[in-house]
Each structure stands twice: as structure tokens, then as C-alpha cells.
């Protein structure tokens, strides 16, 4: 690609200015006065952009391409536009204003693409890996308010790759696996048997996949487990936890969702050593971690 000329003559940029007022004007009568906002302020910033990289005819062409390929492999499994969102920062960002700091609350991260609804629920201390390969591990915490009361009933969503990299829907057997929803206890506890997170490069098959080829960044996620948290009158949390000490952590997550105060020791167990619940696993090695999760009041 190639910068054309950044000399705009005066006639021409009043025809550019025309074009501009014209479409934002066309959603001056949207009955909706936050769709007409959205609207008015997407039409202003899009055309900003065209303008400012003087955007040619075959770069848009390649960009309808590219969206209408993520169209094509994005079904009911797979979602491409959560992953353009994610890799451009715009989940993020979106997170970010979302969700403000309140309080020492638990901050949010990425969503992700592969978040299943309707995972199996198990009970206090069960094991959310259903077979799937990987170095068991021991996750606790308790679940409080920003006061620091314990939240009993809080339903708790987890869900992760296995040691390969990937997620349950990535395979095409219909496999439930690496995830499961479970509820805290009177105290605000929880507990759960998941798998040692592992680094892995984000879907690199697809459209999302070849431009970050095509700009020269990693595919790599940060070792992570999802959580998704809700409980009445809290504010809904979706946040990772990161492993502390995985060398991606100083390349850079593909997604943008590290944050330092997410980032968990993850102590490795050697084997034989006694498991919290006295879980027999023999020869294997194993890890605990330890995640306490604190929710902001609904509204804020």
C-alpha cells in the first residue's frame, strides 16, 4: 500500500465537508435519540478515517472482502467479528468504559469468542475439565462485595483450552469439555478442579488470522481461565485470570486483555504431594491457585 498525495486542494475539501454534512444530516429524524447519537458520530468518524488515509477504491474493496469472509466463518461456534474487535482493542476499550474502577472491585476483561451458554453446572470442588487433557489444578476464592461481604448464591461461569490450545467447540465431536458453572457457598466460597492454563494463538485460519500475519503480530494469548460472575444487585463481571510467569505476558496478548491486577500465581505441586480435598491423582504433578473475586454494585 501507498500514501497518495496529501495535498487537498480547497474545492475539493468542500466537497468532501458536503458529502459528510448530507449523511449526518439523513439521520437527523431517527425517533431514537441514542441511535441517531451513534449513528451521527459513526458516519462523522468513518468519514474522518476515509479522508485521513485518502483510502483508495481497491483498499476499500479489500476490506468488504475481508468483512464478508469473516461473515462466511463466523456460525453458531465461532464468532470472527468478536475476534476483530478483540485483536483491534475494541472489546477492550469498550470494557474499559463499561466497566470504571470502583472500589477495588475485580477488573473485567475480554468476553472471548468461546463462551458456550448453558454449561454444565458441578458442584463445590468438581472438575470443570470433563477428560479434557491437561495438568489438574486446584482453583479457590470467595466471592465478596466492594464492602467486603461474602456473596452466597453467586453463579459462577468458568471455562478454558485444554493443554493443546483448544476449546471444547474448536473440535468437531460435539465434546463438552473445559468448562462448567458452579455456585458459591453461605460463605461467598468457591471451588473447583480446571486445568494449568496454556499459551495459544487466537483462530489464525480465518480473515482475522491473515491480517495479523500480514502486520507481523503474534497470534499468542497469555496463559488465561475465563470467569463470568453474576449475583443479584452486582454488577455482572467477565474477567480472566493470567499466569503469572508466562513468558507471553512481556510479548503481548493478542487480545489486549492483560491486566496486572489479574495476573495469578499459579504454584506448581509435585506429585504426591495432598490435594485440598483429598483428591487421589496419583502420579501427576498439579497447580492451585487462588482467585478472590470482588463485585461492584449494579449501576456503577
Not at 477495588?104 to 458442584?123: K, L, M, N, Q, R
Not at 468437531?172 to 460463605?187: F, K, M, T
Amino acid at each position: 500500500m501507498h500514501a497518495t498525495s496529501t495535498h487537498i486542494s480547497a474545492a475539493q475539501t468542500a466537497v468532501e465537508d458536503q458529502l459528510v454534512d448530507t449523511v449526518v444530516a439523513s439521520f437527523d429524524a431517527t425517533p431514537d435519540a441514542r441511535l441517531k447519537q451513534v449513528m451521527q458520530s459513526l458516519t462523522r468518524h468513518l468519514h474522518a478515517f476515509i479522508r485521513d488515509v485518502r483510502l483508495t477504491e481497491a483498499e476499500w474493496n479489500t476490506a468488504i472482502e475481508f468483512l464478508t469472509a469473516a461473515g462466511h466463518i463466523t456460525d453458531d461456534k465461532r464468532q470472527e467479528f468478536v475476534l476483530l474487535s478483540d485483536v483491534l482493542g475494541a472489546s477492550m476499550q469498550t470494557i474499559a468504559v463499561n466497566n470504571q474502577t470502583y472500589k477495588g472491585a475485580t477488573e473485567a476483561t475480554v468476553f472471548g469468542p468461546f463462551f458456550v451458554a448453558d454449561a454444565p453446572e458441578i458442584p463445590l470442588g468438581g472438575d470443570i475439565s470433563g477428560g479434557a487433557a491437561g495438568q489438574p489444578c486446584w482453583v479457590e476464592g470467595t466471592v465478596t462485595d466492594t464492602d467486603g461481604n461474602p456473596v452466597p448464591g453467586a453463579r459462577i461461569e468458568v471455562w478454558e483450552c485444554d493443554e493443546d490450545g483448544f476449546y471444547d467447540v474448536q473440535y468437531p465431536d460435539e465434546r463438552i469439555a473445559g468448562r462448567a458453572r458452579l455456585y458459591s457457598d453461605a460463605n461467598g466460597e468457591y471451588r473447583f478442579w480446571g486445568l494449568t492454563p496454556v499459551p495459544y494463538p487466537i483462530p489464525g485460519d480465518g480473515p482475522v488470522g491473515a491480517m495479523l500475519a500480514a502486520v507481523g503480530r503474534s497470534p499468542v494469548r497469555v496463559s488465561h481461565l475465563h470467569f463470568m460472575v453474576k449475583a443479584e444487585g452486582l454488577r455482572t463481571l467477565v474477567t480472566h485470570i493470567f499466569v503469572d510467569g508466562d513468558p507471553q505476558i512481556e510479548v503481548g496478548d493478542s487480545v489486549f486483555g492483560v491486566k496486572d491486577s489479574l495476573i495469578t500465581e499459579f504454584v506448581q505441586q509435585p506429585p504426591g504431594t495432598p490435594t485440598p480435598d483429598g483428591h487421589d491423582l496419583g502420579s501427576k504433578s498439579w497447580a492451585r491457585a487462588r482467585f478472590d473475586i470482588v463485585l461492584a454494585p449494579a449501576g456503577v
